[in-house]
């Protein structure tokens, strides 16, 4: 099974690889893993395949979506499928972000990925037993490109910027009817990101994401 296999298999289950790294100790891996492929969803197209999926109209959709479709790949290609939820314990994958070269902390301190920005979002991984031949990663976060960096003043609540993530804050500023933006569209300083401009993401799926957010 090359990697080129594996990419197809994930692309035809509406899932794009973000990221993979050959694991060392440390890195809280399977045991027996030589190969870990990191994946999240693939745009355009991810939110109304998810709509149309048997999961959608129950609790937690996506995390019920990813189950069964990160499963069943992980069943077709003789792989160990691991989530982000179902803790605690939580399996460590923003340090496997990370690890992958293509996934860094931002200037505001969010985990931005060279292809889904600041909307970056892990659905699972797919450890292998072997080891698959990965492409090379440009090891250059988009921050260092980026001259105007519209993240660090994006957030109208002044919750996320520079000095870190205010929690209470943001939660308080979606209370109020100027938060509606960030309700109905996503996060301003996600959205600000030009890499997760580019990316595809549909409204309707961060407005999800956000009431998950903002009731929890």
């Known amino acids: 099974m090359s990697f080129a296999a594996v990419d197809r298999a994930c692309q035809a289950a509406g899932l794009a690889i973000f990221g993979g790294f050959y694991p060392e ?3 809280k891996t399977p045991g ?37 479709v990160i499963g069943k790949l992980a069943n077709d290609l ?11 314990p939580y399996q460590p994958f923003i340090a496997w972000a990370q690890r992958s070269g293509r996934a860094w902390q931002s200037p505001v301190g969010l985990l931005v ?14 450890a292998f037993s072997r ?25 109208l609540a002044h919750a996320l910027g520079p000095d870190g993530y205010d929690v209470p804050a943001c ?29 595809g993401r549909l409204e ?5 994401h956000m009431r998950h957010f903002h009731k929890g």
Not at 78 to 88: D, E, K, Q
Not at 175 to 186: F, K
């Open 25 to 27: 100790p440390g890195d």
């Open 32 to 68: 027996d893993c030589q190969t870990l492929i990191l994946l999240g969803p693939k745009e355009p197209g991810f939110w109304p395949r998810l709509q149309s999926s048997p999961e959608f109209d129950g609790p937690d959709p996506v995390d019920r979506w990813s189950e069964r």
């Open 113 to 126: 990925h060279d292809q889904a920005g600041l909307f970056v979002s892990f659905r699972g991984a797919l």
């Open 131 to 155: 080891r698959l031949n990965l492409p090379a990663t440009d090891q250059r976060p988009p921050c260092d490109r980026c001259t105007t960096k519209p993240c660090l003043t994006a957030c």
């Open 78 to 88: 003789n792989a160990t499928a691991i989530f982000p939820f179902g803790g605690p």
């Open 204 to 208: 309707s799926q961060s407005a999800h």
């Open 171 to 199: 939660h308080a500023w979606l209370d109020q009817p100027q938060g509606n933006s960030c309700m109905q569209g996503g996060c301003l300083v996600r959205r600000a990101c030009p890499v997760s401009q580019s990316y």
